[in-house]
Each structure stands twice: as C-alpha cells, then as structure tokens.
C-alpha cells in the first residue's frame, strides 16, 4: 500500500493519496481545489488516481473533488446519507453504511458517521495483502486528534435552525460505533488544529482509537448523553462568514478551476479608477509595513495561514477584488484563495509605489505603546475594544473592555464611539490590524492600535477580568 498525507497549514485541511501499487490504481480523500499536488504524487509513483472520495459535505473549503474527476475521469465516491436536503447536485456514485470500495488490493468499508453534518460518513481501510483486519480509518471531521466536529455550524454558520442540538444527540451515539472499533486502528482526521471546526484539535497529524478512548474529552462522558451535548455545544469558535457558501458550492454543480490563475498587473490607473469605484484591495504585507503607509481604504490580511480565512470574512463572493502582494506571494495566496472559492481576483499591484507613483498619498496607522494604553485607560474617556473571538474575552480581558469580534465589525460600526478616542486590540496584534484597517476605510481617524495587545498587557503583569 502507498499512502500520503498532504496538509495545508492555511486551512488546517487534511487530505488523503491511497495507493495499490501492485495494481497501479489510487484514491484521494477530501481533496483540496488546488490538484496539481495529487496529480503530482501519481505521477511520481506510477500510478492513476481511480477513485475520489468525501467524507462529508464541507464548510471550511471548497472541495477539489470535481476538479481531479475532470483532469483523471475518476469516479467520484460520495455520501448518500443524510436524507432529504443533503444530497450532491452532480453525478457521483452514491455511499451508504455498510458500501465497500474496492481499490486494487484495498478494501475501504464506509460507516456513517453524523453528527458534525447529517451526511457524514468515514472510511475503514483493510490492507489486505499485508493483513485481513482495518488499519486505517478516515474520520473527515467526526473524530480529531483529542476533539470531534461540531454540530453547531450548520445552525450558525448556514442558518439551519434547530440543528445542532439532533446534531450533537447523532455524534454522541456515533462515537459508539467509533468505540467499538479496535484499539490499534490508526485514526487520520479531516483537520489538525487552528481549524474553526472544533475547539480544541490536536496538533499531531494522527492517533489511534485506543488514544482517543483513553485521552479524548468526547469518550469520558459515559452514559451522560446532556453532559456531553451541553459540553460539545458550549465555547465553540465563531465560523467564519465564507463557511455557508461553502456548504453550498460543495453541493451543487459550479464553474470548476483546474488550474491555479495566472494574475493579471494592475497599472496605477486601473488601481485608481477600481478603488473610486469601490473594489476592495487586500493589503497582504505584515502588519508594520502595513502600520508604516497603507493606501487608504485598503484592509490588510497579513499573507500567512489566516490568510484564506479572514479573507473569507470580508470578501463577498460575487465581488472582484484586488491584492497589493509581492510577485513572490502571489502562487502563494492564490491557491489560499481559491480552496475557499474565492476566484474574482481583478489583479494585483506589487507594493504601494504603484498608487504614490501616480499621485496618490498613504495614511499611517495610529499604533500605541503600552505605556500609552494604560495611560489613556487610566484617564478615563476612551473606548476599549477586544477584537477577539467570545471565548477568548470571556477567559480574560482589561476590564471594561468592550468584545466586538472582528470578523463582524463591518456590521457593528455604530457600537464603535467616534466622539472619544477608541484604543482596539486583540491577542497578539494580527487582529487588531484588519480591524484598524476596516475601521480606517470606514472614515473612523480617533482609532488607536495597541498592537502588542492581550499578550504584551499579560506579560507585563497588568490584570485582567474573566
């Protein structure tokens, strides 16, 4: 057997290449849009991608699944389960509990799964040349590394009400089919941790069921099914803005992007005339060159992991939009984009030389000391306020700071004081800077960054609230 796990950081996503080298043939599972990388490995290893497989219908990217069928001809392999509303829209050979998949000498048993999503499935993989008894299970996101999915996202995210609580009930007696299962078994989840789709992943990329027996929170509940549901529901992460979209392309039948774009170099009169009429501009320098001289109305998201993500939170998907990136980057936070969907990329600039070589001027961005904030704090007459998510303040915030989290600030401007200075933060800084910048482009100018935020506050031994 051949066997690869292919990890992108940006979105915490696990994928899947599973081979039988004797026959040549291999599977991919949940993979992700940009798929060149699985294209790559079957080349390199002799061997034709047959099959595609998913786990679930997925909230945190957009599957590439359509986009290997179109370039291999594989069959794709999906979930029949979940019952009226969460079928496919697209051709696909259809699975339920129980269905076997033969690649070559593999055998992959599938087992619905639900719990984190109706439809959710997992695939049992027995190696059969070397041994009649499964090695392998693909868990998607029913079982992570020391947590299991969450079952609020389709009421929070897609707008489903009352769906989390049947969600929540599903994976409790789902982790009983889990339990049953043998010990040695290697586990390989959908996502590691820093994914939004559960609130306390393990960083190792695997584990076993024995592990996860012993060590996971979800299998120390006993018969206590409200003590568990309560438990699963409470603290989760906000989901990002981008997830129902997500819910919804990896539905239905969409324009597919086989190939990673080629970007398109704006000239200063192009940005100009695309900024008066509104485009956005995504600003990916850090955050001090940022701070240094931005073109005004830009939002800075730093090019790092969290790149895709809190691009998700602000871009609209039938909106073009623009990067300022170094030519470096750009491969780079395309492919970002586009595992989220995010393809109306107008064009880039390379720095902000193309906006001040036509004329225009930069802003700088009001950043603070800590010495400063408590200053300011300690007078009196300012606005405080925390950029993090709930359960970040909850643990510990300045007191009288106010919790505004800043994926949604756009559409809580008017909780934003514009009469008194207002001094923003977050945990380490990265935040706090999208959230001066979307508070700049909005005409706020009595906004103070504390860029050093809730980490330099603690480590200086200042006190904090919970």
Not at 142 to 159: C, S, T, Y
Not at 190 to 196: D, M, R, T
Request: one cysteine or more; a negative charge; aromatic letters at 10%.
């Amino acid at each position: 057997m051949f066997f690869q796990h292919i990890y992108d950081k940006s979105l915490a996503q696990a994928s899947y290449f599973i081979g039988c080298q004797k026959a040549g043939v291999a599977a991919v599972i949940d993979a992700k849009r940009d798929v060149d990388t699985y294209l790559e490995i079957a080349k390199a290893n002799n061997m034709k991608i047959t099959h595609i497989l998913e786990t679930h219908i997925h909230a945190d990217f957009l599957a590439g699944s359509r986009e290997l069928a179109e370039l291999t001809g594989a069959d794709m392999y999906l979930s029949d389960e979940g019952g009226s509303g969460w079928e496919y829209e697209f051709p696909h050979v259809g699975l339920k509990d129980g269905d076997k998949i033969k690649v070559g000498n593999l055998t992959i048993d599938v087992l619905h799964t639900p719990g984190h999503t109706p439809e959710s499935i997992s695939f049992l993989l027995t190696d059969n040349p070397a041994i009649n008894k499964p090695v392998m299970l693909f868990t998607g996101d029913f079982v992570f590394v020391g947590d299991i999915g969450r079952p609020d996202l389709l009421e929070k995210a897609a707008g489903m009400k009352g769906t989390q609580d049947i969600g929540a009930q599903q994976m409790y007696q789902s982790i009983k089919k889990f339990d049953a299962l043998p010990d040695f078994i290697q586990v390989w989840p959908g996502h590691g941790a820093g994914s939004a789709c559960g609130k306390a992943l393990g960083s190792v990329p695997s584990t076993t069921v024995g592990y996860e027996k012993l060590r996971n929170w979800a299998f120390q509940y006993g018969q206590d099914e409200k003590g568990f549901v309560k438990y699963l529901l409470e603290d989760q992460p906000e989901p990002p803005k981008y997830f129902a979209m997500m819910k919804k392309l990896n539905k239905v039948d969409r324009p597919l992007l086989t190939e990673v774009p080629k970007l398109k170099k704006l000239s200063a009169e192009e940005l100009k005339a695309n900024m008066a009429k509104g485009m956005k501009l995504l600003d990916a320098r850090v955050k001090t060159d940022f701070a240094a001289g931005f073109i005004p109305g830009s939002i800075n998201i730093q090019g790092n992991n969290s790149f895709a993500t809190w691009a998700g939170w602000f871009l609209k998907y039938e909106e073009p939009f623009m990067l300022l990136a170094d030519e470096g980057q750009l491969d780079d936070l395309t492919r970002k984009l586009m595992r989220i969907g995010l393809d109306k990329i107008e064009g880039y600039v390379p720095s902000t030389s193309t906006w001040t070589e036509a004329g225009g001027t930069l802003q700088k961005a009001n950043v603070i000391s800590l010495e400063e904030t408590k200053r300011l704090i300690q007078n009196n007459g300012v606005q405080v306020v925390d950029l993090r998510g709930a359960s970040e303040f909850k643990a510990g915030h300045i007191a009288k700071a106010e919790n505004i989290f800043v994926g949604t600030l756009p559409e809580n401007l008017d909780k934003i004081s514009k009469d008194k200075k207002v001094i923003i933060h977050c945990q380490s800084g990265d935040r706090a800077t999208i959230g001066y910048s979307i508070l700049a482009k909005n005409g706020y100018t009595n906004v103070l960054n504390f860029s050093g935020s809730i980490n330099e506050w603690v480590n200086a031994g200042e006190p904090v609230v919970s």
